[in-house]
């Protein structure tokens, strides 16, 4: 016991001082620069940064799998307990950094002493090949198993992942899979020769969030099982707090911030950890802002009211394509939205909320039900018989951020045009008054006047979204309905731009439909919440009541999956999983 | 918190931030240099093409039963005479002698006759494509009547450098015509099927599908073997075009119909639709825009086949007929193995062929490289 | 995968019938009627019209009927074997494809055999090592290749034969076994006689998939299942043989689908400047000659071949990928 105590504690993986470069036609960029770290059997490392932090070279670099131009420059990366050598099982210490990518030195030790798994895992995956081709491959490779040996142990090892029925698993292809049975191939495939060493390059980020829940779990219990070392690179808080043992901050290719998951916690040293951390816990409760807000100024009289919408999509299977096949992507959709209030829609992939959100817009037809808006005379419109041209005013009253901000602004535009298009459209003929307008929404955005006559490539993602709502606020509109509008973006990014559209609620008295997957920023963000599931608004009510005291038990199941971004409360959560 | 804005990136220059699409496309473009090169290629071959005349040292249907099948001269530009070596341009004159046994005929170097070129010399009045009256080309021989062959002579002793300018002439714009014909189908056809939808798609997509699995050559063959034989050069001219770009549509609507239908459910085409566009101004202000870029890709690229499949036909006999002059027509020429063998210049405009379609390939693939320029880092 | 299949046959039908209303079209369109062509032929020879064989003729044909009734006359013969009549060789239209429609068949699918052998193998390797040497050299010849009309490219190996070797590069047959039956010899011979044919009218189909592969190969190379494939330990060359190469070959199976009767197109140029005994030279005679039966024999049955080869490219395709055969 003590012997294995001791054992423990020594470090199975060392990288130090590593440096990781790419050298491009402007120079050389250095990725990871200059980072230590320690991987201890049994225990979790979770490596945070946001995208271009250098979070994924560095995990790549240990493997030697950075695609060229990237090379490592200097450092150390000591694996003690290698298996150089596949005929024997004699280990020894190697400094993996020193090795030749190409070598067959690291190529046994890659699938062997050290496994990984990666983000997205349909393109992780060949869809060309089976599972099993794919999973035994490694086995044939590094253990010289024959094929029947093989397909027993791969048997085995989805049986170990919980991949149901593994007998005819192992004979199907990936895209037979649903996403979280592909991420479980995944994990077999780089458990299946028992690596001491795991490295999970963000493995649940593509994931929803009750099946990111299931991973997570799968992941702890196999690190036990095996007391493997695993390095978890990810983006978000919450993950960190439920899974990590240690963790460690990367920004801008260097190592900020290094320790104890619950003393970087409680008492994070770099400012960006910092900010890091007070953006997990501001979403997670209700905005200060927002309660006062409505303190100020209470909700006002209903001003848009569904009962009952449908929308079907069709599709066409069968020998020649006779049989039609009807998907109910929305059913019996009611909901009743008020002057001045934020209205959440929240669910996982396939929920239908964005499809709701479309209807709602009437960018969809609607197969029956009805949606009645109020206008500002207080005249009441029925929309979801009317055709584009009759759309027009209901149209300039209700206006949509979407996701995608590389998207979602035609490249070929000026800023000045994006945002014109609409007050053009809308009757505003005079140059000099739309230039006036679009100068007042673009400080209204937080965009200097400077940007009017750029294109939108010269903007980041945050900036974009900028543009995105001033074009949506220019025709002053009383209800905006963003769809996902934050989550493309870096944690720090998404907050400032929530802050944004509150700001703008307070001070043009807008009410916003929210769609989105994050439940902790639905409470942030919303007074009152819908929760769709495979079509059907499942559970609705005050956003408070719904995240804390959920009613229905799929909100109860979605609601136990979220993680909490605070490790001292790990494991008092528990799981509920959702059966129809 | 919310006056934190993340600040516009400094190090991105004023002028690519506020670049238009073609600016960016030209820079993009610029980087390519063989694609350059070749731009300055083939706007140097329209040249010709459009003063075609003008570049002619003689008329391309002057026959000269001395000359035939007359080998290239060289230019010498230094005369050595007496009175010193001064800068005048000249070939040597030949005498023709013929075996006596085998009657097989050969041309010597005679360095005592030159035959002096003036450069924008004067000849004969001719009216340059066909309306302007001149008299002066850019090359002719100082004496009227005196000829020289810088590209050789063929059966008939035709100045074959003429012959090929004119052939470039035909050769090039047919490609151009062509294409300007199978864009409008394309464009029309392909956009309909692209934002209309429905059957008008299906019916489309099919009939471009069916077109594109034929072989083209037999049905152009059999096309053109339709058109009466002794119709004006002119309406046969007309007559091969329609028939090349009958197939050559098909390429450019399956471009048209790909963009269209992945720009449709683009956001930001839908956000052009919530801002209160029609339908019209939906397709010409936003998607329009977009896909120009792509289509005058697919049009350079489009021109060499054009111009290929001109060749091939008239090659064939099948295309266009004596006395038009195009490349196809002067390659036909050189179809008898017997005349290849004396005249190997008569694959002259083979040359001009080969080197045409790979530039305007080069181009082509420049362009479609170009065509997004947002696609990748702009650096 | 057999549903599939049926499926992608009954999809075929429309297409052949397509073809075949096209080909009559061209048989119809030139002035007059073949009746009226063939009297005037037999006059211009100088031989007697027999006007109750004319009459005959026209029965036959039904050339006194609408247009649709024609073609359903003619088609329906040709379902029976009847392809109407040669009036140049006064023979049935069948009796002269015969042993030419095999040679172009032959010709056609050794030569996309040979583009397939000599681009798959050049397609790897220059998207592997992009930006190499090699890579380079491949892309100028490719481009060459490409922009050279291939009847060019028969002229000037006729030319260099002709001058340089004093041999004839023509035909697919040696002078003693032209009209000798199929024996072993003769196979050999025509096998060596095919071999300049193949490549000149297979250069620019090949350089063509050359491209085609190298851009499918760079696509998928840098996706991220191939680094899974390393991180499992393999070697480089298995990792890329055994998935992005593996991938990458699906939209190049597809390509059969245009490279075939791309083939078929630019053998017919070919094949005259070489005079191949195939079916190609007789056509182009055909069609100078107004001899439209014989003609639009021609011109449906090479089409044929090409919706053929469009069939099989799918369901080669369909065999390779199983998404497709699930579907």
């Not at chain 3, 096998?191 to 050359?210: C, E, Q, R």
């Amino acid at each position: 016991m003590t012997q294995q105590q001791a054992s423990a504690n020594r470090p199975i993986l060392e990288v130090k001082n590593l440096v990781t470069a790419f050298d491009t036609r402007h120079g050389t960029f250095t990725a990871v620069d200059d980072v230590s770290l320690e991987l201890v059997p049994g225990e979790t490392l979770c490596l945070v940064g946001e995208s271009g932090s250098g979070k994924s070279v560095l995990s790549r670099s240990i493997l030697q799998l950075v695609d060229r131009p990237g090379r490592i420059v200097s450092g150390e990366i000591l694996l003690h307990e290698a298996h150089p050598d596949p005929k024997q099982d004699t280990t020894t210490e190697l400094d993996l950094a020193k090795l030749e990518p190409r070598s067959g030195i690291i190529r046994n030790i890659r699938g062997r002493d050290i496994g990984m798994i990666f983000q997205e895992p349909m393109s992780s995956l060949s869809p060309v090949h089976t599972i099993g081709s794919q999973i035994s491959e490694s086995l044939k490779l590094h253990e010289g198993l024959n094929k029947k040996q093989a397909r027993e142990r791969v048997i085995e090892m989805l049986r170990r992942v919980e991949i149901p029925n593994p007998e005819r698993a192992i004979d199907q292809y990936p895209f037979e899979f649903s996403g979280g049975m592909r991420q479980r191939a995944m994990i077999a495939m780089a458990l299946v020769c028992n690596p001491k060493v795991l490295i999970a390059d963000e493995p649940t980020t593509a994931l929803d969030v009750t099946i990111q829940a299931e991973i997570l779990d799968l992941l702890e219990e196999l690190k036990t099982q095996n007391n493997m070392a695993i390095l978890f690179i990810t983006h978000d808080m919450g993950v960190v707090a439920e899974i990590a043992d240690k963790v460690a901050v990367m920004r801008y290719g260097k190592l900020v911030e290094n320790g104890n998951v619950k003393d970087v916690f409680a008492n994070p040293q770099h400012d960006y950890t910092k900010s890091l951390l007070q953006a997990a816990h501001q979403t997670q409760l209700p905005s200060t802002e927002r309660l006062a807000m409505r303190e100020e100024r209470p909700l006002g009289d209903p001003i848009l009211e569904a009962k009952s919408l449908r929308k079907e999509f069709y599709g066409k299977t069968g020998l020649l394509g006779m049989k039609k096949t009807t998907l109910v992507a929305v059913d019996d959709a009611n909901f009743t939205l008020r002057e001045g209030e934020s209205l959440g829609i929240v669910g996982e992939s396939g929920s239908g909320k964005t499809t709701l959100a479309r209807c709602i817009q009437r960018v969809l037809s609607v197969n029956s039900g009805e949606l009645h808006y109020t206008d500002r005379s207080g005249a009441s419109t029925e929309i979801t018989q009317l055709d584009d041209k009759q759309l027009q005013p209901t149209w300039r009253d209700m206006r949509t951020v979407f996701q995608d901000p590389f998207a979602s602004l035609n490249p070929r535009m000026t800023v000045s045009q994006i945002i014109g298009e609409c007050l053009l459209l809308n009757g505003m003929h005079s140059k000099a008054d739309r230039r006036a307008r679009i100068l007042e929404l673009l400080d209204l955005v937080g965009l200097p006047s400077s940007a009017m006559e750029r294109f939108p490539h010269a903007f980041s993602g945050g900036q974009r979204q900028r543009i995105s709502i001033a074009r949506a606020i220019a025709p002053n509109p009383r209800i905006v309905i963003a769809d996902e509008a934050t989550s493309a973006l870096d944690v720090s990014i998404r907050i400032q731009i929530m802050d944004l559209l509150l700001d703008l609620q307070k001070q043009l008295n807008l009410s916003y439909i929210f769609i989105s997957h994050d439940v902790g920023l639905v409470r942030f963000f919303c007074d009152r919440v819908l929760v769709m599931y495979k079509g059907q608004i499942v559970e609705s009510g005050d956003s408070e009541q719904v995240c804390t005291k959920p009613n229905h038990e799929y909100t109860q199941a979605l609601l136990s999956a979220v993680p909490i971004a605070d490790p001292t409360q790990r494991g008092q959560q528990k799981r509920v999983r959702y059966q129809q | 918190m919310s006056n934190t804005v993340d600040h516009i990136d400094p190090r991105l220059p004023k002028d690519i931030a506020e670049a238009s699409q073609w600016q960016l496309m030209w820079r993009k473009f610029k980087k390519h240099k063989l694609a350059l090169i070749s731009l300055y290629f083939v706007g140097f071959l329209y040249v010709i093409a459009a003063f075609a005349e003008f570049f002619q040292p003689f008329d391309p249907e002057v026959t000269s039963r001395r000359d035939v099948f007359h080998p290239p001269q060289a230019i010498k530009f230094l005369d050595r005479t007496e009175d010193g070596t001064r800068f005048r341009p000249h070939v040597l004159g030949t005498t023709l002698s013929r075996d006596p046994e085998t009657l097989a005929t050969s041309y010597e170097i005679n360095a005592d006759e030159k035959i002096y070129i003036s450069i924008l010399g004067k000849t004969k009045p001719y009216k340059l494509a066909g309306f302007i009256p001149m008299s002066r080309r850019i090359i002719a021989p100082t004496k009227q009547g005196e000829r020289f062959y810088l590209f050789g002579g063929d059966r008939l002793g035709r100045d074959m450098l003429s012959r090929t300018i004119a052939g470039t002439r035909i050769s090039m714009s047919i490609g151009l015509v062509g294409v300007a014909m199978s864009l409008f189908l394309g464009t029309l056809i392909g956009g309909m099927a692209g934002y209309l939808g429905g059957w008008i798609d299906s019916v489309s997509t099919r009939a471009i599908e069916l077109i594109l699995s034929m072989p083209t050559i037999p049905i152009w063959l059999g096309l053109s073997a339709t058109i009466p034989a002794d119709i004006d050069p002119l309406m046969r001219y007309f007559a091969i075009t329609v028939i090349l770009s009958l197939i050559g549509w098909t390429e450019l609507a399956r471009v048209v119909r790909g963009r269209f239908l992945a720009l449709r459910t683009e956001d930001f085409v839908t956000a052009a639709r919530l801002d209160g566009a029609r339908p019209r101004r939906v397709v010409f202000r936003h998607i329009m825009p977009s896909l120009m870029s792509h289509i005058i890709a697919s049009v350079s690229l489009a021109i060499p086949a054009m111009i290929l499949a001109e060749t091939s036909l008239s090659f064939l006999g099948l295309g266009l007929l004596p006395p038009s002059i195009s490349w196809g027509v002067l390659l036909k020429e050189a179809q008898n193995i017997r005349s290849i063998a004396q005249a190997p210049w008569l694959f002259t405009p083979g040359v001009f062929v080969l080197f045409a379609v790979l530039a305007l390939n080069f181009l082509g693939d420049g362009l479609r490289d170009a065509a997004d320029p947002y696609a990748q880092d702009l650096g | 995968m057999y549903a599939y299949i049926l499926r992608r046959i009954a999809w075929s039908i429309p297409f052949l019938f397509a073809a075949s209303f096209l080909a009559f079209t061209i048989i119809q369109s030139p002035p007059g009627d073949y009746v009226e062509s063939y009297a005037a032929k037999l006059e211009a020879d100088g031989r007697q019209v027999d006007e109750a064989r004319l009459r005959s003729l026209r029965d036959r044909f039904g050339l006194d009927e609408p247009f649709l009734a024609q073609y359903w006359k003619w088609i329906s013969g040709i379902a029976k074997g009847d392809f109407g009549l040669s009036f140049q060789w006064q023979q049935p239209v069948s009796e002269l494809i015969g042993d030419r429609m095999i040679l172009s068949v032959i010709l056609a699918t050794s030569t996309l055999l040979f583009t397939w052998a000599i681009a798959l193998p050049i397609g790897i390797y220059s998207a592997v090592k992009q930006y190499s040497w090699g890579d380079y050299f491949f892309s100028i010849i490719g481009f060459i290749g490409l922009a050279t009309p291939n009847f060019l490219v028969a002229l000037i190996l006729m030319y260099v034969g002709v001058v340089h070797f004093g041999t004839n590069v023509t035909g697919l047959f040696s002078a003693e076994y032209v009209n000798a039956s199929w024996s072993w010899d003769k196979f050999v011979d025509l096998v060596k006689h095919l071999i300049i044919p193949v490549v000149i009218i297979g250069t620019s189909a090949t350089a063509s998939l050359i491209r085609i592969m190298r851009a499918n190969l760079l696509d998928e190379l840098y996706k991220p299942y191939v680094t899974t494939a390393r991180a499992k330990g393999l070697s480089e060359f298995k990792t890329i043989m055994k998935y992005p190469v593996r991938i990458a070959l699906n939209p190049f199976a597809s390509t059969i689908a245009w490279v075939f009767p791309q083939i078929i197109s630019g053998s017919t140029v070919v094949a005259v400047v070489l005079s191949l005994p195939t079916v190609d030279p007789l056509m182009l005679d055909a069609l100078l000659t107004q001899d439209m039966y014989l003609a639009g024999a021609f011109i449906l049955l090479l089409s044929v071949m090409s919706i053929i080869g469009m069939i099989v490219s799918d369901i080669v395709l369909a065999m390779i990928d199983p998404r497709i055969r699930y579907r």
